[in-house]
């Protein structure tokens, strides 16, 4: 069904302002756009969507979440306490709140085949995906033996068995490989500050991975981690988190080697920092409802230290995607806004830049530049309006009225 769209500004992903005014839709996808009023005499009969109090953005894309998780408690342990079944409810549910939230495509970064199969090989599974956002699935990360995330069952140590688990990713249809690159602090036993491939491993993934014409998404927690996926050919790094052992205190601290980086000044590659995993851990502090201890003051001190990491890589001219973590922790799926305000009021992006992290950058981080991310001519009708104009307050994107999703009305 034709539709003309009428809004009080749209915004243009390459100008980074509030253009334009109407939009034409056809079958999902976008066939014009300009003055809403020029528009209406040239399709006098066209339906309108009335939106005109309203600004339209492309629908946010969350290149990082986590399904099956779930956020507010001991994420590990309810994942192995619940069955298959729970998972794909749980999923599905998560999935839904995300779109509500605003986000129109979604990267899974780490969930059981169990579900991968269930969606993309199951009459019911497919049903239910065509009413969620766009799916992007990993299945389980590729791990070392006994690394994080090796619960969901994607662990590999030989050339063998790395480049089988490309194969079973594409035969299972998932659309990137994520592989972990360090330890994580979600899993029993991973220590985050080790790492667990080299470039050897990461380089064997990297060539399987194109090969099978999927992306990859490198979890990096350490620096080495950072430098050895750049120079394995991850299409994007994952957290970028610097970190190491803090000897005095024996907490997680962040350390930007910057001189290590100088080689690769110039490349535009993709990076998720994560800002929002874990941010409500000291909602507390910053509310002002108790002060903070030694404790808390360091991992203060370590937010802003991301920060500054994030202005170093788009400072070489690396890209930042917006990716939340969502379902680890106290990272929840409605709260893709935040990491944009994170990037905003945090690490002093600018608000068009902002919202490109997480719509056009997206959008090729998983390959779908073509067809995602923007509203222009071709592209497909993924949008959502806002009451504010966001780029003067970025927090206007946590209050998403309306969201169409190939062209249909989903909020």
């Known amino acids: 069904m034709d539709r003309l769209v009428h809004a009080k500004g749209i915004f243009d992903s390459k100008k980074c302002v509030m253009d334009d005014t109407g939009l034409l839709i056809q079958d999902g996808v976008i066939k014009g756009r300009g003055d809403f009023e020029e528009m209406k005499v040239r399709w006098p009969d ?54 509500h939230s605003g986000v129109t495509a979604v990267r899974d970064a780490g969930s059981s085949m169990e579900l991968v199969k269930w969606l993309k090989k199951t009459e019911k599974g497919r049903r239910e995906a065509a009413h969620l956002p766009r799916l992007f699935l990993s299945g389980p990360p590729v791990t070392a033996r006994g690394g994080h ?54 380089c064997i993934l990297t060539r399987a991975a194109k090969k099978e014409k999927m992306k990859t998404a490198a979890h990096c927690l350490t620096m080495d981690s950072l430098v050895h996926a750049m120079e394995g050919g991850a299409d994007s790094i994952e957290h970028c988190a610097c970190f190491k052992r803090n000897e005095k205190n024996g907490l997680l601290e962040r350390v930007y080697e910057p001189e290590r980086m100088k080689a690769f000044e110039g490349d535009p590659r993709f990076f998720m920092p994560g800002l929002s995993n874990n941010y409500h851990l ?51 799926f409605d709260e893709t806004w935040l990491e944009l305000e994170l990037l905003v009021k945090g690490c002093g992006m600018d608000c068009g830049a902002a919202i490109k992290a997480a719509t056009c950058h997206g959008a090729e981080a998983l390959g779908r530049e073509a067809d995602l991310g923007s509203l222009k001519e071709g592209y497909a009708a993924d949008f959502i309006t806002v009451s504010a104009d966001p780029l003067k307050d970025i927090k206007a994107l946590a209050a998403v009225n309306h969201v169409i999703l190939g062209g249909n009305i989903v909020k």
């Open 46 to 99: 066209v339906p309108v969507l009335d939106y005109r109090e309203e600004y339209i953005l492309p629908g946010l894309i969350n290149t990082h979440v986590h399904l099956e998780f779930k956020p507010g408690g001991d994420t590990y342990q309810t994942y192995r306490n619940e069955s298959d079944q729970e998972h794909i409810r749980g999923a599905v549910e998560a999935a839904k709140c995300l779109r």
């Open 149 to 202: 995330l090796g619960f969901l069952g994607g662990e590999a140590q030989t050339r063998g068995e790395l480049e089988a688990e490309a194969v079973k990713r594409r035969e299972n249809e998932c659309s990137c490989i994520k592989m972990i690159v360090s330890g994580g602090q979600l899993t029993p036993g991973s220590v985050p500050e080790r790492d667990s491939y080299g470039k050897q491993e990461i």
């Open 282 to 332: 000291l909602d507390h502090v910053r509310n002002g409802i108790q002060k903070a201890d030694a404790r808390e003051r360091f991992l203060l001190d370590q937010e802003q230290k991301a920060f500054e990491i994030v202005n170093r890589l788009t400072g070489l001219g690396m890209r930042p995607t917006v990716g939340t973590d969502g379902g680890c922790g106290l990272t929840y």
